[in-house]
């Protein structure tokens, strides 16, 4: 379900994919050195996107390196150090982790299981750091396993839990309340976003493996063709998409950003819409992106 | 106060046409319209305001008031409360009182006390669209005010509500296109948004295109 926040890389400028690379790296060095190296496989491109907002609307202390990465041995690229870009790399560990459990729930698959062992120590200790926090991820995870059980009919209410969980994510104590209160709505709706785009990707999978889909039981789905299908629903689903999209990015507005806008800006307003866009109407959608 | 440079976004010693531009900029940003019906709608005032005061201060006195007074009074006109005194005379207390939980932001409330009411009118299918819509249930949302307008196709307020719900998606659409986003026919797009622009002026009395 993660991965779906991501910059349109032609319409950035190269610094600017420069800077972006610099924060990606950093979470994935982040959790390397604090987590153990073979976590680093976890990192989403929504960690990077946390990483670069809390770091555009906080002042921080920065540090920036040139280094060699495992990955790209032969070059050296920008990373960046400083306490969001830690934050960053626990919440993905901690996302990473619960989407794991999911999986093994789902269809305990081997892969799911040698996962889970693996990241089980590392989730214990962040944990005990994070413990409300996690907490709430917990329980929204489990009345959005709750809903599916029982074929939850509306899109809306489906995709609650998840837009709470990403509100959570979304929200960093040390800000002030109307920051907060701002993030909250953004994470929400974001949140929401994911859920549902994650939804209209994902159909064919479930129709054939029969499992839950939100879009499958809103829109009763009665095992008729599948593109004829989608067609049906493309507008009312990407009305919703887009509301969600226009409501983040006013949020957005009213955060006072300001390092790093361009990129933020070309993710919420350029990234997530083609993405929407690929999705919808299946143009040419490259599965599995790779990592940059 | 904050450094007025900063809320406007420009360098210090910008010319007064820059000071100008970016505050025609923030105002439009930060309008009322923009954040009706959203939950941030007052934080979004306060960024106006002070997106005023800062314009007033760089402009001198006398320039400032009167734009902002300009704005200001726009400002009063689409204020929330005023809506609801003028259309929602007409319902029952219950009904109002479901209208002032929904405007101090009270979600909770409002959609207890509406589930108690037994008229199931347009007025109830509006409220409650009005209610999904701070929830964050967009579709839901839609789905209810489009019963609302079903139902009383004369009310303007239903039908205003659903134009700017759809207007709001092809405003974060515009949006990307003028960062150098495009999707495809790009013509087609265009009459279609003629034609909206067209419909949206007429149903507020106006006219864009006057031949049709």
Redesign the interface.
């Known amino acids: 379900m993660f991965g779906y926040i991501m910059p349109e890389k032609p319409e950035l400028k190269i610094k600017e994919f420069d800077m972006y690379r610099a924060y990606y790296c950093g979470v994935c060095k982040s959790i390397g050195r604090r987590h153990g190296q073979i976590k680093r496989m976890t990192l989403t491109y929504d960690a990077a996107f946390l990483a670069l907002l809390l770091c555009s609307i906080l002042n921080v202390e920065t540090k920036v390196k040139k280094e060699r990465c495992m990955v790209h041995p032969t070059k050296k690229s920008f990373v960046i150090y400083n306490e969001i870009i830690d934050y960053s790399s626990d919440i993905n560990i901690i996302l990473a982790y619960n989407n794991i459990i999911d999986k093994w729930k789902d269809d305990k698959s081997k892969i799911a299981l040698v996962g889970l062992v693996g990241l089980k120590r590392a989730y214990k200790k962040l944990h005990s750091k994070y413990s409300t926090k996690c907490d709430i991820i917990n329980r929204r995870l489990e009345e959005l396993s709750i809903l599916e059980k029982n074929n939850c009919d509306s899109m809306d209410a489906a995709a609650e839990p998840f837009a709470k969980l990403m509100e959570e994510v979304l929200d960093y104590e040390k800000l002030d309340d109307n920051t907060r209160q701002i993030l909250r709505w953004m994470g929400y709706n974001l949140g929401k976003w994911i859920y549902l785009i994650d939804a209209f990707d994902d159909l064919e999978d479930d129709i054939k493996n029969s499992s839950y889909n939100p879009l499958l039981s809103h829109f009763k789905y009665n095992g008729n063709d599948v593109c004829e299908f989608k067609d049906n629903i493309k507008e009312q689903v990407e009305f919703t998409l887009l509301y969600c999209l226009g409501e983040a990015s006013k949020a957005f507005q009213l955060l006072a950003a300001k390092e790093n806008k361009e990129i933020l800006e070309n993710i919420l307003y350029i990234g997530m819409l083609s993405k929407t866009d690929k999705i919808l109407c299946q143009r040419s959608c490259v599965k599995g992106e790779k990592s940059i | 106060m904050k450094n007025p440079y900063e809320v406007l976004g420009i360098k210090e010693g910008a010319s007064e046409e820059e000071i100008k531009r970016a505050y025609r900029e923030l105002v439009k940003?930060?309008h009322p319209d923009?954040?009706q019906d959203?939950?941030?709608s007052k934080?979004?005032e306060e960024?106006l305001r002070e997106v005023n005061e800062a314009y007033e201060y760089l402009t001198g006195k006398g320039n400032g008031a009167k734009a902002t007074s300009g704005w200001n009074g726009r400002n009063a006109s689409y204020s929330p409360n005023q809506s609801t005194s003028s259309y929602g005379s007409g319902g029952s207390d219950s009904f109002a009182q479901v209208r002032m939980y929904i405007n101090n932001g009270n979600i909770l409330q409002a959609e207890s006390l509406l589930e108690t009411i037994s008229i199931k009118n347009a007025e109830w299918f509006y409220l409650r669209g009005l209610i999904?819509m701070k929830k964050?249930?967009?579709?839901?949302a839609?789905m209810n005010i489009k019963q609302a307008v079903n139902m009383d196709p004369t009310n303007f307020e239903y039908r205003n509500t659903l134009n700017r719900?759809n207007s709001?998606?092809n405003?974060?659409?515009g949006?990307?296109s003028y960062?150098?986003?495009n999707?495809s026919p790009s013509f087609c797009d265009m009459c279609t948004f003629l034609w909206c622009s067209d419909t949206m002026c007429e149903c507020c009395g106006g006219d864009l295109i006057s031949c049709c």
């Open positions: 940003k930060y923009q954040y959203n939950p941030l934080l979004a960024k999904f964050g249930w967009y579709n839901e839609s719900m709001s998606n405003m974060y659409r949006n990307a960062r150098g986003y999707s």
